[in-house]
């Protein structure tokens, strides 16, 4: 999955493809981008770049239009001979340290101020909720999950995000909130997992799951339902907006958890929380991309999509499957 970015948003858009090109062109020994291009596509129509055997770049041309992707920067750029001119020229003020007058901001940041300018305050005229649960378990059966901590985002009034803590004296409490207002609740698999053991943990049955259920807004079932690709959710955050877990896997989480059982030294609760709180924070960044962009790029295809579709293609074609996992290690 990829962003396919424009010129234009390569100047708007705070982003290092320009850094890695004009690296991959120094490596040819090239002095500007036409020299470049003949160079590398007298023989072939499509050229990859390494780094310690981790693709970085990629130069490819087809029919009219040459295609550049990042991929470090999950970039893609096409680009037809106007194009290319620009992008040239762009290259030009990059190298010689003109390019510092231009206005570039963040993906994050640019979400950011237009969620303060309230474009993201609702979901088709109704609020919404974005939440997070860390478990722990020694089975994949869903039931047996033990619910421990809850972190939620949800906007304000003031145009602001409000993060809500609740620990296991609370959700019962909070599980009733969610089954009595009429929002959306927004998460990474909640359909299969996060809603099911919240339920289950409050001593509720398969009535309340279908409640919230038909609440929710599944952003991982949405991608697969649009892409026909299971990511994981720091993929798709890491691409989207650039950042990601600030833990390397679910397994260090759980050791988190248990050095906190064993010594109850709140340094590791706090620890533990930050990382919970953070996956809600990615999690609602990328629901706000895709309130923005509408669209995503993968193996080459751009999918477009509108608001009604985000609530309403991640239910298409709802079926588990045999090998479908109850387990938030395998998305997250």
Not at 24 to 52: P, S, T
Not at 137 to 154: A, C, G, P, R
Not at 187 to 201: G, L, M, S
């Amino acid at each position: 999955m990829y962003k396919r970015f424009s010129t234009k948003e390569l100047k708007n858009i705070k982003n290092n493809f320009l850094q890695h090109f004009s690296n991959v062109i120094k490596k040819e020994k090239c002095n500007n981008l036409n020299e470049f291009f003949k160079r590398i596509f007298k023989q072939w129509n499509d050229i990859y770049y390494f780094e310690r055997w981790e693709p970085t770049f990629r130069v490819s041309q087809n029919n009219w239009q040459i295609i550049l992707i990042d991929e470090k920067e999950r970039i893609e750029l096409k680009i037809n001979d106007l194009e290319k001119i620009e992008l040239n020229n762009m290259l030009k003020l990059f190298m010689i340290g003109k390019n510092k007058n231009w206005s570039q901001k963040s993906i994050e940041n640019i979400l950011l101020e237009e969620f303060r300018q309230w474009k993201y305050s609702t979901i088709m005229g109704k609020p919404y909720l974005v939440y997070d649960i860390e478990t722990t378990s020694d089975t994949n059966d869903v039931k047996q999950f033990k619910f421990l901590i809850w972190y939620s985002m949800q906007p304000q009034n003031d145009n602001t995000m409000s993060y809500e803590y609740i620990d296991r004296d609370w959700l019962s409490q909070f599980v009733k909130k969610l089954l009595d207002f009429d929002w959306y609740i927004i998460w990474f698999n909640n359909i299969w997992f996060d809603n099911p053991v919240c339920i289950y943990n409050a001593w509720l049955w398969q009535e309340e799951i279908n409640i919230l259920n038909n609440k929710s807004i599944d952003i991982f079932m949405f991608i697969r339902n649009l892409t026909g690709k299971r990511l994981k959710l720091n993929k798709v955050a890491e691409t989207f907006i650039w950042s990601g877990k600030n833990l390397e896997s679910w397994l260090e989480a759980e050791k988190l958890w248990k050095q906190y059982e064993e010594t109850w030294d709140k340094k590791y609760l706090e620890d533990y929380k930050k990382y919970c709180k953070n996956d809600v924070r990615i999690t609602a960044l990328s629901l706000l991309y895709l309130l923005h962009f509408k669209k995503v790029f993968i193996e080459g295809d751009e999918i477009l999509f509108d608001i009604p579709d985000l609530v309403k293609k991640w239910k298409s074609n709802l079926q588990k499957s045999d090998n479908e996992t109850f387990s938030n290690q395998s998305i997250f």
